[in-house]
Protein backbone atom coordinates (compact mmCIF):
# COMPACT_ATOMS: atom_id res chain seq x y z
CA UNK A 1 0.00 0.00 0.00
CA UNK A 2 1.61 3.25 -1.06
CA UNK A 3 0.48 6.34 0.98
CA UNK A 4 0.92 9.67 -0.97
CA UNK A 5 -0.01 12.61 1.47
CA UNK A 6 -0.04 16.37 0.01
CA UNK A 7 1.24 19.36 2.10
CA UNK A 8 -1.72 20.75 4.44
CA UNK A 9 -1.02 24.24 4.16
CA UNK A 10 -3.33 25.07 0.74
CA UNK A 11 -6.03 23.63 -0.75
CA UNK A 12 -4.89 24.99 -4.54
CA UNK A 13 -1.90 23.50 -4.69
CA UNK A 14 -0.64 19.60 -4.93
CA UNK A 15 3.00 19.91 -3.51
CA UNK A 16 3.84 16.07 -2.25
CA UNK A 17 4.80 16.28 1.18
CA UNK A 18 5.35 12.86 1.77
CA UNK A 19 5.50 9.47 0.50
CA UNK A 20 5.10 6.41 3.11
CA UNK A 21 5.78 2.93 1.55
CA UNK A 22 3.68 0.13 3.41
CA UNK A 23 4.45 -2.44 0.96
CA UNK A 24 6.32 -1.70 -1.98
CA UNK A 25 5.76 -3.59 -5.11
CA UNK A 26 5.74 -3.00 -9.30
CA UNK A 27 2.39 -2.17 -9.96
CA UNK A 28 0.96 -4.66 -11.97
CA UNK A 29 -1.88 -4.98 -14.68
CA UNK A 30 -4.46 -5.83 -13.20
CA UNK A 31 -7.10 -3.21 -11.79
CA UNK A 32 -5.98 -0.88 -9.26
CA UNK A 33 -7.86 2.21 -7.39
CA UNK A 34 -7.77 5.59 -6.61
CA UNK A 35 -9.37 6.89 -3.79
CA UNK A 36 -9.33 10.60 -2.86
CA UNK A 37 -10.38 11.70 0.53
CA UNK A 38 -11.38 15.30 0.96
CA UNK A 39 -10.62 16.88 4.37
CA UNK A 40 -11.29 20.20 5.60
CA UNK A 41 -7.72 21.14 5.76
CA UNK A 42 -5.85 19.02 2.36
CA UNK A 43 -6.30 16.33 0.20
CA UNK A 44 -4.84 12.80 1.06
CA UNK A 45 -4.71 10.44 -1.68
CA UNK A 46 -4.20 6.07 -1.44
CA UNK A 47 -2.79 4.23 -3.80
CA UNK A 48 -3.65 0.66 -3.42
CA UNK A 49 -2.26 -1.57 -5.42
CA UNK A 50 -4.18 -4.93 -5.83
CA UNK A 51 -6.84 -4.47 -3.10
CA UNK A 52 -8.17 -6.73 -1.05
CA UNK A 53 -10.22 -5.75 1.98
CA UNK A 54 -10.07 -8.38 4.95
CA UNK A 55 -13.99 -9.06 5.74
CA UNK A 56 -12.98 -9.69 9.52
CA UNK A 57 -10.86 -7.42 9.81
CA UNK A 58 -12.19 -4.34 12.51
CA UNK A 59 -11.34 -1.21 10.56
CA UNK A 60 -10.58 0.02 7.15
CA UNK A 61 -7.23 -0.77 6.34
CA UNK A 62 -7.03 -1.95 2.95
CA UNK A 63 -5.03 -5.68 2.81
CA UNK A 64 -2.84 -6.24 -0.29
CA UNK A 65 -1.45 -9.06 -2.01
CA UNK A 66 1.88 -9.36 -3.23
CA UNK A 67 3.78 -11.91 -5.24
CA UNK A 68 3.52 -14.90 -3.30
CA UNK A 69 7.73 -15.33 -1.83
CA UNK A 70 7.62 -19.11 -2.39
CA UNK A 71 11.00 -19.12 -0.51
CA UNK A 72 8.76 -18.31 2.88
CA UNK A 73 6.61 -20.90 4.63
CA UNK A 74 3.31 -20.47 5.50
CA UNK A 75 2.44 -18.81 8.72
CA UNK A 76 2.32 -15.15 10.54
CA UNK A 77 3.82 -12.45 11.50
CA UNK A 78 2.45 -9.98 13.79
CA UNK A 79 3.98 -6.74 15.20
CA UNK A 80 3.05 -3.19 16.47
CA UNK A 81 3.14 -0.13 14.23
CA UNK A 82 2.13 3.25 14.54
CA UNK A 83 1.84 3.49 10.46
CA UNK A 84 -1.57 4.52 10.79
CA UNK A 85 -1.38 6.73 13.73
CA UNK A 86 -0.83 5.28 17.12
CA UNK A 87 0.77 2.14 17.55
CA UNK A 88 -1.72 -0.71 16.65
CA UNK A 89 -0.98 -4.60 16.11
CA UNK A 90 -0.68 -5.63 12.73
CA UNK A 91 -0.30 -9.14 11.24
CA UNK A 92 1.22 -10.30 7.83
CA UNK A 93 0.33 -13.66 6.54
CA UNK A 94 3.05 -15.81 4.95
CA UNK A 95 4.49 -16.77 2.34
CA UNK A 96 1.73 -14.11 0.26
CA UNK A 97 2.67 -11.00 3.01
CA UNK A 98 -1.35 -10.24 3.31
CA UNK A 99 -1.42 -7.20 5.84
CA UNK A 100 -4.30 -6.25 8.09
CA UNK A 101 -4.52 -4.45 10.67
CA UNK A 102 -5.78 -6.23 13.76
CA UNK A 103 -6.60 -3.45 16.54
CA UNK A 104 -7.29 -0.05 15.94
CA UNK A 105 -7.17 1.58 19.76
CA UNK A 106 -6.78 5.33 20.66
CA UNK A 107 -4.45 3.55 23.15
CA UNK A 108 -0.86 2.16 22.73
CA UNK A 109 -0.77 -1.21 21.60
CA UNK A 110 2.23 -3.29 21.10
CA UNK A 111 4.37 -6.82 22.47
CA UNK A 112 2.09 -9.14 20.65
CA UNK A 113 2.34 -12.55 21.34
CA UNK A 114 1.01 -15.66 19.67
CA UNK A 115 -0.17 -18.75 21.63
CA UNK A 116 1.28 -21.85 20.90
CA UNK A 117 -1.59 -22.92 18.72
CA UNK A 118 -1.12 -20.06 16.85
CA UNK A 119 -4.76 -19.02 17.38
CA UNK A 120 -4.88 -16.10 19.41
CA UNK A 121 -2.32 -13.35 20.85
CA UNK A 122 -1.62 -11.37 23.94
CA UNK A 123 -0.12 -7.63 24.21
CA UNK A 124 0.40 -5.21 26.18
CA UNK A 125 -2.04 -2.15 25.99
CA UNK A 126 -1.64 1.35 27.65
CA UNK A 127 -4.18 2.54 29.88
CA UNK A 128 -4.50 6.04 28.40
CA UNK A 129 -2.70 7.89 24.91
CA UNK A 130 0.40 7.92 23.83
CA UNK A 131 2.51 6.05 26.13
CA UNK A 132 5.96 5.91 25.84
CA UNK A 133 7.03 1.67 25.69
CA UNK A 134 9.74 3.02 28.12
CA UNK A 135 7.23 3.68 30.81
CA UNK A 136 6.95 0.21 32.23
CA UNK A 137 3.57 1.16 34.52
CA UNK A 138 0.24 2.18 32.95
CA UNK A 139 -0.23 -1.12 30.81
CA UNK A 140 -2.93 -3.92 30.73
CA UNK A 141 -2.30 -7.12 29.17
CA UNK A 142 -5.04 -8.22 26.44
CA UNK A 143 -6.18 -11.54 24.59
CA UNK A 144 -7.44 -11.45 21.68
CA UNK A 145 -9.26 -14.35 19.49
CA UNK A 146 -7.41 -14.44 15.52
CA UNK A 147 -10.75 -15.65 14.06
CA UNK A 148 -13.81 -13.81 15.44
CA UNK A 149 -11.38 -10.96 16.44
CA UNK A 150 -12.72 -10.46 19.68
CA UNK A 151 -10.60 -8.70 22.54
CA UNK A 152 -10.68 -8.94 26.55
CA UNK A 153 -8.63 -7.39 29.42
CA UNK A 154 -6.98 -9.95 30.90
CA UNK A 155 -5.12 -8.69 33.68
CA UNK A 156 -4.60 -4.48 34.68
CA UNK A 157 -1.27 -3.34 35.32
CA UNK A 158 0.17 -5.72 33.04
CA UNK A 159 2.90 -5.63 30.50
CA UNK A 160 4.75 -7.50 28.20
CA UNK A 161 3.15 -11.02 28.46
CA UNK A 162 4.43 -14.05 27.31
CA UNK A 163 2.80 -17.24 27.19
CA UNK A 164 2.85 -21.33 28.96
CA UNK A 165 4.21 -24.11 26.38
CA UNK A 166 0.93 -25.33 26.77
CA UNK A 167 -1.29 -22.14 26.35
CA UNK A 168 -3.13 -22.35 29.64
CA UNK A 169 -1.34 -19.63 31.59
CA UNK A 170 0.25 -16.06 31.00
CA UNK A 171 2.92 -14.90 32.36
CA UNK A 172 3.39 -10.93 32.76
CA UNK A 173 5.46 -8.07 34.46
CA UNK A 174 3.35 -5.90 36.60
CA UNK A 175 4.08 -2.46 38.15
CA UNK A 176 7.69 -2.87 36.99
CA UNK A 177 8.80 -4.97 40.13
CA UNK A 178 6.75 -8.23 39.62
CA UNK A 179 7.07 -11.03 37.57
CA UNK A 180 3.23 -12.79 37.62
CA UNK A 181 1.40 -15.95 36.29
CA UNK A 182 -2.45 -15.75 35.27
CA UNK A 183 -4.43 -18.49 34.98
CA UNK A 184 -6.72 -18.08 31.95
CA UNK A 185 -9.34 -21.04 32.81
CA UNK A 186 -9.69 -19.59 36.35
CA UNK A 187 -7.97 -16.33 36.49
CA UNK A 188 -5.88 -16.47 39.69
CA UNK A 189 -2.72 -14.68 39.83
CA UNK A 190 0.02 -15.50 41.43
CA UNK A 191 3.42 -13.97 41.83
CA UNK A 192 6.41 -15.83 41.23
CA UNK A 193 8.78 -13.02 41.79
CA UNK A 194 9.23 -9.75 43.17
CA UNK A 195 12.49 -7.28 43.59
CA UNK A 196 14.44 -7.32 46.77
CA UNK A 197 14.72 -11.44 46.86
CA UNK A 198 17.77 -12.44 47.04
CA UNK A 199 20.56 -11.24 45.29
CA UNK A 200 17.87 -9.20 43.06
CA UNK A 201 18.28 -5.68 44.77
CA UNK A 202 15.09 -3.45 45.83
CA UNK A 203 13.81 -1.46 43.06
CA UNK A 204 15.08 -3.31 40.28
CA UNK A 205 12.72 -2.79 37.09
CA UNK A 206 11.95 -6.42 35.82
CA UNK A 207 12.32 -5.93 32.22
CA UNK A 208 10.99 -8.71 29.80
CA UNK A 209 10.92 -11.37 32.15
CA UNK A 210 10.65 -14.62 30.46
CA UNK A 211 9.66 -18.18 31.85
CA UNK A 212 11.85 -20.71 31.16
CA UNK A 213 9.79 -24.14 29.58
CA UNK A 214 10.95 -25.83 32.67
CA UNK A 215 9.12 -23.47 35.00
CA UNK A 216 12.39 -23.06 37.28
CA UNK A 217 14.08 -19.66 35.88
CA UNK A 218 13.42 -16.67 34.38
CA UNK A 219 15.46 -14.76 31.99
CA UNK A 220 15.11 -10.73 32.34
CA UNK A 221 16.72 -7.32 32.16
CA UNK A 222 17.36 -5.82 35.43
CA UNK A 223 17.17 -2.14 35.18
CA UNK A 224 16.95 1.42 37.67
CA UNK A 225 18.93 0.31 40.85
CA UNK A 226 20.62 -3.22 38.73
CA UNK A 227 21.73 -3.01 35.58
CA UNK A 228 22.30 -6.38 34.00
CA UNK A 229 20.33 -9.22 32.14
CA UNK A 230 20.67 -12.69 32.99
CA UNK A 231 19.21 -15.86 34.38
CA UNK A 232 17.15 -15.72 38.05
CA UNK A 233 16.61 -18.35 39.86
CA UNK A 234 12.65 -18.41 42.28
CA UNK A 235 15.37 -17.69 45.62
CA UNK A 236 16.61 -14.84 43.53
CA UNK A 237 19.94 -16.04 42.74
CA UNK A 238 21.70 -14.46 39.18
CA UNK A 239 23.68 -16.09 36.66
CA UNK A 240 24.58 -13.15 34.84
CA UNK A 241 24.76 -13.52 30.89
CA UNK A 242 25.26 -9.43 29.39
CA UNK A 243 24.95 -6.04 29.99
CA UNK A 244 22.48 -6.16 27.01
CA UNK A 245 18.61 -6.55 26.78
CA UNK A 246 15.39 -8.68 25.18
CA UNK A 247 16.83 -12.60 26.78
CA UNK A 248 14.32 -14.66 25.99
CA UNK A 249 14.32 -18.56 26.06
CA UNK A 250 14.26 -21.15 23.43
CA UNK A 251 11.45 -23.15 23.61
CA UNK A 252 13.55 -26.37 24.66
CA UNK A 253 15.37 -24.16 27.39
CA UNK A 254 18.79 -25.47 25.94
CA UNK A 255 19.69 -21.24 24.81
CA UNK A 256 19.02 -18.07 25.03
CA UNK A 257 19.09 -15.11 22.95
CA UNK A 258 18.93 -11.24 23.66
CA UNK A 259 20.65 -7.98 21.87
CA UNK A 260 23.86 -6.83 22.87
CA UNK A 261 26.75 -3.90 21.48
CA UNK A 262 29.15 -5.65 19.37
CA UNK A 263 27.69 -5.40 15.94
CA UNK A 264 28.29 -3.65 12.42
CA UNK A 265 25.66 -1.04 13.72
CA UNK A 266 26.32 -1.01 17.33
CA UNK A 267 23.61 -3.78 18.57
CA UNK A 268 23.80 -7.58 17.17
CA UNK A 269 21.72 -10.53 18.13
CA UNK A 270 23.43 -12.85 20.68
CA UNK A 271 22.98 -17.09 21.29
CA UNK A 272 23.61 -17.67 24.27
CA UNK A 273 24.38 -21.36 26.14
CA UNK A 274 23.76 -21.78 30.06
CA UNK A 275 25.29 -25.19 29.90
CA UNK A 276 28.65 -23.37 29.02
CA UNK A 277 28.19 -20.21 29.90
CA UNK A 278 29.25 -18.71 26.65
CA UNK A 279 27.76 -16.18 24.44
CA UNK A 280 28.19 -15.28 20.56
CA UNK A 281 27.59 -13.42 17.84
CA UNK A 282 24.13 -14.93 16.53
CA UNK A 283 22.98 -12.37 13.65
CA UNK A 284 24.76 -9.42 12.76
CA UNK A 285 22.95 -8.41 9.28
CA UNK A 286 25.01 -7.69 6.45
CA UNK A 287 22.93 -5.05 4.80
CA UNK A 288 21.58 -1.19 4.97
CA UNK A 289 19.59 -2.10 8.17
CA UNK A 290 21.74 -3.96 10.84
CA UNK A 291 21.03 -1.71 14.17
CA UNK A 292 19.33 -5.20 15.33
CA UNK A 293 16.25 -5.32 18.15
CA UNK A 294 13.18 -7.04 19.47
CA UNK A 295 14.66 -10.52 18.44
CA UNK A 296 11.80 -13.25 18.79
CA UNK A 297 12.19 -17.08 17.57
CA UNK A 298 9.68 -18.95 15.62
CA UNK A 299 7.20 -21.88 17.23
CA UNK A 300 9.86 -24.31 15.36
CA UNK A 301 12.42 -22.15 16.31
CA UNK A 302 13.58 -22.67 12.33
CA UNK A 303 12.89 -18.50 11.85
CA UNK A 304 13.81 -15.21 13.60
CA UNK A 305 12.04 -11.77 13.61
CA UNK A 306 13.43 -9.27 14.46
CA UNK A 307 13.89 -5.18 13.65
CA UNK A 308 16.42 -3.22 12.59
CA UNK A 309 17.30 0.17 12.28
CA UNK A 310 19.53 1.54 9.49
CA UNK A 311 21.62 3.21 12.50
CA UNK A 312 22.43 3.72 16.35
CA UNK A 313 20.86 7.08 16.03
CA UNK A 314 17.63 5.36 14.96
CA UNK A 315 17.36 3.67 18.32
CA UNK A 316 14.21 4.48 19.95
CA UNK A 317 12.05 1.51 20.67
CA UNK A 318 8.94 2.65 19.47
CA UNK A 319 10.13 6.03 17.12
CA UNK A 320 12.51 5.04 15.18
CA UNK A 321 12.23 3.76 11.61
CA UNK A 322 12.69 -0.09 12.51
CA UNK A 323 11.49 -2.43 9.91
CA UNK A 324 10.46 -6.02 10.59
CA UNK A 325 12.44 -8.80 9.04
CA UNK A 326 12.73 -12.96 8.90
CA UNK A 327 16.18 -14.72 8.99
CA UNK A 328 16.09 -18.61 8.70
CA UNK A 329 18.20 -19.78 11.27
CA UNK A 330 21.88 -20.69 9.94
CA UNK A 331 21.96 -19.12 6.84
CA UNK A 332 24.68 -16.15 5.87
CA UNK A 333 23.58 -13.15 8.05
CA UNK A 334 23.44 -11.02 4.23
CA UNK A 335 20.27 -14.00 3.63
CA UNK A 336 17.30 -12.12 5.41
CA UNK A 337 13.85 -10.98 3.82
CA UNK A 338 12.33 -6.93 4.25
CA UNK A 339 8.81 -7.52 5.39
CA UNK A 340 7.68 -3.69 5.94
CA UNK A 341 8.66 -0.87 3.79
CA UNK A 342 7.25 2.10 6.42
CA UNK A 343 8.90 5.31 7.28
CA UNK A 344 7.03 4.69 10.49
CA UNK A 345 8.19 2.89 13.55
CA UNK A 346 7.52 -0.77 13.88
CA UNK A 347 8.45 -3.04 16.45
CA UNK A 348 8.19 -6.13 18.73
CA UNK A 349 7.20 -9.05 16.18
CA UNK A 350 6.18 -12.50 16.64
CA UNK A 351 6.16 -15.24 14.02
CA UNK A 352 4.19 -18.86 14.12
CA UNK A 353 5.00 -21.02 11.54
CA UNK A 354 2.64 -24.02 10.18
CA UNK A 355 3.24 -27.06 10.55
CA UNK A 356 4.47 -28.65 7.10
Request: hydrophobic residues 35%; proline residues 6%.
Amino acid sequence: MVIIERDRSSCMQLPLARVRLGMPQLIPKSIFFLIAALTGVGITLWLVVGGVVDSKANNSLPATRVTPASELPPGIVVWSSNRLGNHDIFMMTLPDKRLTRLTDHPHTDYFPRISPDGKSIVFSRSQKPKVSQRDHLPWDVILLDLETRKERVLTTYGNTPTWSADGRRIFFQRKVMQFVEHDLRSGKETIIFHSGRGEVKKGAGLQTPHFSPDGKRIAVTLRYTQHLTGIVDPAGTISRVADGCQLTWSGRGDFLYFIDYGGRMKNAVYLYQPSRKKSQIWLDVVGEFSHEYFPKLSNDERYLAFGASRSPKHHEHDQADYEIFLWQVGTPPDNVTRLTFDKSNDNWPDVHLYKH
